[in-house]
């Protein structure tokens, strides 16, 4: 993101992509101005924190007018750096790592899975969903070499931390981890915890005891 993000409030910060993702089905879709309401009613955030979030980037809209959404959508493409391509490598070619080279997020235009790494030898050396897949042995020589920034971790837990060890070496500044390990990096790498079984554990926690009450966001 570009230095102007990276002032707001992180909870701004990661509403932006949803914005920006609703804001290309509007404009593919015709639309020429939407209500802060409207929006709302797409992305479930409420009217008020949209109005904020929008506010922390001065005048993007016009009272009892709404926003432009030609406007919107390219000023948020230039904040999220959106003709910049991110190039990510993906460490662990097991079913879910294979299940993120195959879809390698088709609809954002600034994030691609250039390359992947792996142990198993019946999968090096070949390509999942056109991504060539190398070995573990040389990830560190490649990502330097690539300058490669971003990373996802789908590896077994138990060596989670050994490869994140190696990632430190590297250019990666940060990590989308997969696993149910917990890193330990430097303050210079960021690193996003995404624990699939905890997650369903507190959806299924919040469904028994809170069943009719609003989402948070």
């Given at each position: 993101m570009s230095n102007e993000t990276m002032k707001?409030?992180?909870?701004?910060?990661?509403?932006?992509?949803?914005?920006?993702r609703f804001l290309q089905n509007l404009h593919s879709s015709g639309k020429q101005r939407v209500s802060s309401a409207e929006l709302s009613e797409a992305v479930k955030v409420d009217?008020?924190?949209i109005r904020r979030d929008f506010s922390y980037f001065g005048a993007l809209g016009k009272k009892g007018y709404g926003y432009n959404v030609t406007y919107l959508l390219s000023f948020f493409r230039k904040t999220l750096d959106q003709d910049e391509l991110t190039k990510v490598a993906l460490i662990g070619v097991g079913n879910l790592g294979t299940a993120f080279l195959h879809y390698n997020f088709l609809k954002n235009n600034n994030t691609k899975i250039a390359c992947a790494f792996d142990v198993d030898?019946?999968?090096i050396g070949g390509s999942i969903g056109d991504v060539p897949v190398y070995s573990m042995?040389?990830?560190e020589q490649y990502l330097?070499?690539?300058?490669?920034?971003?990373?996802i971790l789908t590896v077994p837990a138990p060596v989670a931390q050994q490869i994140t060890?190696?990632?430190?070496?590297?250019?990666?500044k940060g990590v989308l981890n997969f696993t149910p390990a917990r890193l330990?990096?430097?303050?210079?790498?960021r690193v996003h915890h995404i624990d699939l079984a905890?997650?369903?554990?507190?959806?299924?926690?919040f469904l028994k005891h809170y069943p009719n009450d609003e989402v948070e966001e």
């Open positions: 707001i409030p992180q909870a701004t910060a990661k509403r932006l992509p949803l914005y920006y009217s008020a924190t030898p019946g999968k042995d040389d990830i330097i070499d690539e300058n490669i920034s971003v990373a060890d190696k990632l430190v070496k590297t250019n990666v330990n990096v430097p303050s210079s790498i905890v997650e369903l554990q507190s959806l299924v926690y």
